[in-house]
């Protein structure tokens, strides 16, 4: 099924079982796996994924490092959804597509707001005050994200998550609470950017299906809820 105009695309069966066979004859495969499967099975975004810490996946015990078990549930919290707005992602809607070619910042006012701002900088010139445009820019309301919990109960998933801290702990990694769970071929974090960059790259350029992006997977799982 293909999404509408200007919308990710929806996958069938048939596409997401290639999009498992691309995965499964490349490098980092249970990384792979991982990201898709957050992304179909839960309906996480890129950032989301890409800022995801290991306690929010894992319950880690002390005993490390065979002291871990994949959570029953994920508890995401409000500092890494949407609203928390790390960096641009392709879900940005608030920034105009011309502002983001030329580099300018823009504003939004309400006629009411428009009116009380041409009248102040009238005030202003006729006081003889310098007129600094900064002074005259509306608030903007702080946008925060919404803290969501989501039970992991599909097993490609929870296998997915299991045999994936097994490769990082093989590769020497300590299982620090914080620390990011989907980590590069660098052993560095994922920028939101740069995570929509793989999930495309998988879909689009390994896996061949047109109209994909990292936003797919989340669309997908909307549509399987109906």
Not at 120 to 131: E, H, R, V, Y
């Amino acid at each position: 099924m293909a999404g509408g105009i200007g919308q990710a695309k929806v996958f069938s069966e048939e596409q997401l079982t290639r999009v498992f066979t691309e995965i499964a004859t490349r490098k980092h495969p249970e990384r792979n796996l991982c990201v898709v499967l957050l992304s179909f099975s839960l309906g996480l975004r890129a950032q989301e994924i890409a800022l995801l810490e290991n306690q929010l996946l894992l319950d880690i015990g002390d005993q490390y490092p065979a002291g871990f078990e994949v959570s029953p549930e994920l508890t995401l919290p409000a500092r890494l959804t949407k609203g928390a707005r790390a960096t641009a992602t392709d879900d940005d809607e608030d920034i105009d597509s011309e502002s983001k070619r030329s580099g300018r910042k823009s504003v939004r006012f309400n006629l009411n707001e428009f009116d009380d701002v041409v009248k102040l900088i009238a005030d202003d010139a006729k006081s003889g005050n310098i007129i600094e445009p900064t002074n005259y820019y509306p608030a903007r309301p702080k946008k925060k994200g919404k803290s969501r919990v989501l039970a992991i109960v599909d097993p490609l998933l929870k296998q997915a998550l299991y045999n994936y801290t097994l490769v990082k702990l093989e590769s020497q990694h300590k299982l620090y609470k914080k620390a990011p769970f989907i980590v590069s071929q660098k052993d560095g974090p994922y920028s939101p950017n740069t995570m929509q960059q793989l999930m495309a790259k998988i879909y689009r350029e390994w896996a061949g299906i047109k109209g994909a992006s990292s936003h797919s997977g989340r669309r997908t799982f909307a549509t399987t809820l109906h």
